[in-house]
């Protein structure tokens, strides 16, 4: 993964919201608590940005083979007004992108969505 993956809509703070639901249920879903069923993972709240209105992060860390740093990624959404930006992205990634992405959605969308 070389970039952040970002999606920005108006009046999708549900689904965003019932998405990550989605995810917080993985772990019931593999009981063993391993992805692939060999890499051991965790599911916890991710630490909240203050960059919106709305601020939900999902932080999944995975356990790799000996020798290689675990996979940490960050899944979730910041709502600013009607303004909703998803992002998925290794959490690096996504504390340097995210606010360039929401400072660039604002300049673009000002004054063409509400609280925006």
Known sequence: ???????????S???ATQ?????????????????????????TTGPARGLGDEDVTLHMTVSLPHGYDPLELDTGFTRVGGLVILFYG????????LPLALASARSALAGTVPGV
């Open 1 to 11: 993964m070389n970039q952040v993956q970002l999606a920005v809509g108006v009046d």
């Open 13 to 15: 703070a549900a689904r």
């Open 19 to 43: 998405f990550i639901e989605t995810m917080r249920g993985i772990p019931a879903l593999c009981p063993q608590g391993r992805a692939l069923g060999k890499y051991p993972f965790r599911l």
């Open 90 to 97: 290794t959490s690096e990634q996504v504390s340097r992108y």
